[in-house]
């Protein structure tokens, strides 16, 4: 199980929001590469970034900043936000992206997104954000008529490196997990899942790493961390522990 810290950004700056709403931004560090150096110290092993202005606009916005971010560290990046067509994919992934995230375009274009994945093989991810058990997309902005299990099963045979579930409703309001909607779409699945939206505290993390939770691949962590409600050191601490107790 992988533990991303998470870096959103919004004009440049590391903010984390509520409930996806742009309007409800808090700025957490205005300069994201540090941000990323002091993720990569604590001991996080992969990082998860988003292009939130990207994300509404359809384009790379905050290019800049994720530049800065890939040169300021050496553990693996994924993706998110504004990538929807492959030369932005190309493009992300010749400057040192490990894997991008698509959204939008998994559910408006998936014939971009199988092509991707088979142009790219373990580098490209699905971001599946639901709000009331559907999909929404352009930064969150329209709900689709699609839930979550069909878009997963739209690329069951794609090749796709994960799928990154996120639940609205919890996102940056420390509510903790809906596990309940994304073991049911891990189980429901072959291609790895990813937990994101609500993790509040080390007894979130503790549920990651009971026995039903094995079929999720990792989990996203942000605001809990930014203001402390989750000790970094501790909760890798679980994690290596949980690895070693299942090889011993």
Excluded at 16 to 36: E, S
Excluded at 154 to 168: K, L, N, P, Q, S
Aim: proline residues 3%.
């Amino acid at each position: 199980m992988i533990l991303f810290p998470a870096i959103d950004l919004k004009e440049g700056e590391c903010v984390r929001l509520i409930h996806g709403d742009m309007a409800q931004a808090t700025v957490f560090n205005d300069d994201p590469a540090a941000q990323a150096r002091t993720f990569e110290q604590q001991g996080f092993e992969y990082l998860h970034v988003v292009d939130l202005d990207g994300a509404f606009s359809g384009k790379p916005e905050n290019a800049r900043a994720v530049d800065a971010i890939l040169q300021a560290i050496d553990i693996p990046v994924q993706l998110g936000g504004g990538i929807r067509d492959m030369r932005t994919v190309e493009g992300w992934l010749e400057k040192g992206v490990s894997r991008t995230i698509i959204g939008t375009a998994a559910v408006k274009d998936p014939s971009f997104v199988r092509e991707a994945a088979r142009l790219h093989p373990g580098r490209i991810a699905v971001g599946v954000d639901a709000r009331d058990g559907f999909v929404a997309v352009e930064g969150w902005a329209r709900v689709s008529q699609l839930s979550a299990l069909d878009i997963g099963k739209r690329f069951e045979d794609a090749g796709v490196a994960a799928i990154i579930y996120t639940d609205i409703s919890r996102d940056g309001v420390l509510k903790g997990l809906n596990m309940e909607a994304t073991l049911a779409l891990a189980n429901a699945l072959t291609i790895p899942v990813i937990a994101s939206g609500g993790l509040a505290s080390i007894d979130d993390v503790k549920r990651l790493l009971e026995p039903d939770s094995a079929a999720l691949a990792g989990a996203i962590t942000g605001r809990a961390l930014y203001d402390g409600r989750l000790d970094a050191a501790e909760a890798l601490a679980l994690i290596r522990a949980a690895r070693e107790k299942s090889v011993a």
